[in-house]
């Protein structure tokens, strides 16, 4: 017997559409503009290829850059 088929991955878009030019990704999603064009028309496979792109891009965007100076909490500056 096979398994049911898995629900479709969910989009990553958290309503803050604004893309940087210096990375072409965009702020919310971390999603290219092709990523956010194809989307609706992309097979499940792709989606998650995506979203897996989004999740190394989400923890990227989290490290510091280096040479960044720690403020007071220890934390770098975003």
């Known amino acids: 017997m096979t398994a049911p088929p898995a629900d479709p991955p969910e989009s990553p878009c958290v309503l803050v559409c604004v893309m940087n030019e ?40 989290q490290r510091p850059e280096p040479g960044a100076t720690p403020l007071a909490s220890g934390r770098a500056c975003p």
């Open 22 to 61: 210096a990375t072409g990704l965009c702020h919310g999603c971390h999603r290219t503009i092709d990523e956010i064009a194809g989307w609706s028309a992309m097979s499940d496979a792709e989606k998650r290829a995506v979203l897996a792109r989004v999740k190394e891009r989400e923890a990227a965007s």
